[in-house]
């Protein structure tokens, strides 16, 4: 079905990206971690490229920033191809 495949996430391209939206959407970072339930400290972390938001935590940020997941998490190398290939069906 599918070829090997692996992607190597842009940590800190990715914090920067969480760093964007929140500006954005006029939000600080202690506003932001009360909204995800979380600690100013953790809203760093992803900033900075420390670590990055569990997937619960990245849907939670999707619908808040009202953009898709893929757009929020950065992949080395990123282009124009998506994140998974795509199955066509014979």
Not at 36 to 62: F, Y
Not at 66 to 77: A, S
């Amino acid at each position: 079905m599918f070829n090997s495949y692996s992607v190597r996430i842009d940590v800190e391209a990715t914090g920067r990206k969480i760093r964007e939206l929140r500006i954005r959407k006029k939000l600080r970072i202690a506003e932001l971690a009360e909204i995800m339930h979380s600690s100013e400290n953790t809203i760093c972390k992803w900033q900075r490229g420390a670590c990055l938001p569990t997937i619960d935590n990245l849907v939670i940020l999707s619908e808040l920033f009202e953009t898709p997941m893929d757009e929020i998490v950065q992949r080395e190398g990123r282009g124009d191809e998506p994140l998974l290939p795509v199955l066509r069906s014979a």
